[in-house]
């Protein structure tokens, strides 16, 4: 029998799956191909969802520390236990002694029952801002009102042009890739803008190798070319667009000399992205989130979104600033499930929350780790480290011995997606939602998350407001789209359902902005302390700045999700260090040399890979790395990007050197790590 469901990992692409379970008990995942994005087609991650759920190290009982080794207890033992740790916290030093830290590691909508638990204890502490992308929407709010991407048959059918910028499309967003064929067969040319060479690039037109971190004094110097070359839509700025006048005058700041030195783009790319927007016809530009994790990331963010806006290519069939897809969240009751209006928050931010948990008052006594892995994640590792091993009791729940799990007290086992009823969607893209069937039984003793809350509910005496069956809660979020006329039946047998969202955003001159109108000048901006209009920042620590030279970005990985690489890539010791071939000439270093790459916070010993393409002072290493004692964010700072709570993790400076030729590891004693 094949069942439909959904792979619900934070991703653009929000798939359709079909599962088939073989006689032996196997697993099969495909692609549903009636899904309209999915089409057949799964990428790794997802095909591989069923050996994360069949993994022989799995969590699959309650764990507890005990002397320093991990012992099995029962599930009441844990619900006791953890418990009266939260009893006791909460008699003395109140309910925002509790801290859980959650983030987006499964997107199934009933996850958020767990908040719902920690409200209705009065409230907690809880992690709020972003490692993400909140830069970005920040950005796209001032600007638009809300993050709204077009439909993904519009770019094929209208565009003239595409702009990938700084979006790692072939490997972190696989479904778009048949989305820009097509529209390169009809006709559309291709633009990438990333400091790194990626797949995405071999089909380009052109290639646009910026310095990192500099994004926004490259929009803003081709959009000046683009006002002195009169490529501006008088219609669209006079009309459509509060502030172009004001706006226009601050590009005087953006010659074509100072743009091209500070970005090290030459002056004839410039021109030709000028020419690009302003005259190519309807272009669609596909945003990704790397250049927002910098100190002026939602400004590169806001200065894009003008040149796209000031060229007429907003609110167009084929054009857009494709960033996010936040009219989703018009569909669902979020408050409604979790309860959050009523309850006494105290909030700490995701990329600041060491320092915060070290410096608390009522300090934190009790941490729930749920959906997250920060410990890799989070960036200033080693500060993370000290501040949850200051926390007298850690729960942590996962389905597998995360880095944070290892330095928990008590590990509780959640199913695995494939184990779970619930529905999930992306908010990145596309506007289509899946209902999420269970596929097998829950493994071991694992639960879903939203029972173990449930049944801890109870042990505190609180059990009737965790009360209510999967059908209950769906039933109680989904409201606003069962308002709509849609059946939750419906969702469960078709598999999916496309939301009732606009196929080009914008396309009546409206906007969702205070004045209705495109904001090159926000008033909400200045409300929040930034500047009015979009302007450049440059980076903190990224290349040129102190005694390391080069930028060290590390990017989502290919294989797998984040810190989510067991059954993918194992444990690997020496991860892949790539590098220009400038650089590597510099220091005699050849691919498969054994390298140290290092900077005042952290070292580690790589493979060296070089690469003949892409901006020469810029490194990369996979993010969601662990080992030699270490994560990778270890090496980036707890800094912050300009606008909404988020972390600027790739405005971080590296050095790299030679250990050995590739020649003679092996022979050679690596030198002990630190
Ligand atoms: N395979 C895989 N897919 C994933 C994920 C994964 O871990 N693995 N994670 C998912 C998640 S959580 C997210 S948020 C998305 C992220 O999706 P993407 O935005 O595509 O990925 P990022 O790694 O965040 O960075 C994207 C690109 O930004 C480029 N970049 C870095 N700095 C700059 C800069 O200063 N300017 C410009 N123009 N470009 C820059 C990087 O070289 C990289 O190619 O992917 C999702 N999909
Ligand atoms: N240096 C650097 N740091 C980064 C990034 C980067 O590009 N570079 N990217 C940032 C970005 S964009 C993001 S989104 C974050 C992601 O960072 P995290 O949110 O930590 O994401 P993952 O590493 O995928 O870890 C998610 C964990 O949730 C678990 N999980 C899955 N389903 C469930 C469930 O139903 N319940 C519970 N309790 N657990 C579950 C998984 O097993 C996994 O261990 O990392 C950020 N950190
Ligand atoms: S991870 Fe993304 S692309 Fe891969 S199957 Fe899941 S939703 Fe699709
Ligand atoms: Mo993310």
């Not at 077009?150 to 490997?171: E, F, L, Q, Y």
């Not at 067969?185 to 910026?210: E, H, S």
């Not at 620590?541 to 194992?570: C, D, F, M, W, Y």
Request: net charge negative; hydrophobic share 40%.
């Amino acid at each position: 029998m094949t069942i439909k469901t959904a792979c619900p990992i934070d991703c653009y692409d929000g798939c359709s799956m079909l599962a088939t379970v073989k006689e032996n008990g196997e697993i099969q995942l495909q692609g549903n191909p009636e899904h309209p994005i999915t089409r057949g087609a799964l990428c790794n991650r997802g095909r591989r969802l069923a050996a994360r759920r069949d993994g022989e190290d799995r969590v699959v009982y309650p764990l507890k520390k005990v002397g320093g080794e991990w012992v099995p207890i029962s599930w009441a033992q844990a619900y006791r236990e953890i418990g009266q740790q939260i009893r006791v916290a909460i008699d003395k030093y109140g309910h925002h002694s509790i801290l859980h830290a959650f983030d987006w590691g499964s997107g199934a909508l009933l996850k958020s029952l767990s908040q719902r638990f920690f409200y209705q204890l009065g409230g907690c502490t809880e992690t709020v801002g972003s490692l993400c992308w909140d830069a970005g929407l920040e950005a796209q709010r001032y600007d638009f009102g809300q993050a709204r991407s077009h439909a993904p048959d519009d770019m094929v059918r209208n565009s003239r042009g595409i702009v990938v910028w700084g979006r790692n499309v072939a490997t972190t967003n696989v479904h778009m890739m048949p989305f820009i064929k097509a529209a390169q067969a009809r006709g559309a040319k291709l633009v990438v803008v990333n400091p790194l060479p990626t797949d995405v690039a071999r089909r380009a037109d052109m290639c646009v190798y910026p310095r990192p971190g500099t994004d926004a004094l490259l929009a803003l110097g081709v959009l000046r070319v683009c006002r002195d070359l009169n490529l501006i839509d008088q219609r669209f700025t006079q009309t459509c667009a509060v502030g172009w006048d004001a706006f226009a005058k601050t590009l005087d700041a953006y010659a074509l000399d100072r743009v091209s030195r500070e970005t090290n783009v030459e002056p004839e790319q410039i021109r030709a992205l000028a020419e690009f927007y302003g005259q190519s016809g309807p272009v669609t530009t596909l945003l990704g989130i790397g250049m927002q994790r910098y100190a002026g990331g939602g400004n590169a963010i806001r200065a894009i979104d003008a040149l796209a806006a000031a060229t007429g290519n907003v609110g167009i069939p084929g054009g857009g600033v494709n960033y996010a897809q936040r009219g989703m969240a018009a569909f669902v009751d979020e408050d409604a499930l979790t309860g959050r209006s009523a309850a006494d928050v105290r909030e700490f931010v995701r990329g600041t929350q060491a320092q915060e948990i070290l410096s608390s008052n009522p300090p934190i006594q009790v941490l729930f780790v749920t959906r997250t892995n920060p410990l890799t994640q989070v960036p200033d590792s080693a500060t993370l480290r000290k501040a949850y091993a200051g926390i007298g009791c850690k729960v942590v729940i996962d389905m597998y011995m995360t880095e944070t799990a290892q330095a928990a007290d008590y590990v509780l086992p959640c199913t695995s997606v494939l184990e779970e009823e619930d529905v999930t969607y992306t908010t990145m893209w596309h506007p289509y939602l899946s209902y999420i069937h269970p596929v097998v039984p829950p493994r071991g003793e694992s639960k879903p998350e939203w029972q173990i809350f449930s049944e801890l509910a109870d042990v505190l005496g609180m059990g009737e407001k965790m009360e209510g069956s999967v059908q209950s809660w769906l039933t109680l979020a989904l409201r606003p789209l069962l308002a709509q006329g849609i059946t939750l039946e419906q969702i469960q047998t078709d598999g999916f359902v496309r939301l009732p969202i606009e196929e080009v955003p914008f396309a009546d001159g409206r906007f969702l902005t205070p004045s209705e109108k495109f904001e090159f000048w926000s008033n909400a901006a200045v409300a929040d302390g930034q500047s009015a209009v979009a302007t450049y920042v440059p980076p903190r620590r990224a290349h040129g700045s102190g005694h390391h030279r080069l930028t060290l970005l590390t990017i989502h990985p290919r294989k797998h999700e984040n810190s989510q690489r067991q059954h993918v890539v194992g444990d690997v010791v020496y991860p892949v260090v790539e590098m220009s071939r400038v650089v590597a000439d510099e220091h005699g270093i050849r691919s498969g040399d054994a390298v140290r790459l290092y900077n005042d916070k952290a070292s580690l010993q790589g493979v060296a890979k070089v690469r003949e393409e892409g901006h020469p002072y810029t490194v990369q290493v996979e993010s969601g790395w662990s080992g030699q004692g270490i994560s990778i964010n270890d090496f980036t700072d707890a800094d912050s990007a300009d606008f909404g709570q988020q972390t600027a993790q790739y405005d971080c400076a590296c050095s790299v050197e030679l250990i050995a030729s590739a020649l003679v590891i092996g022979v050679e004693k690596r030198e002990p790590v630190q």
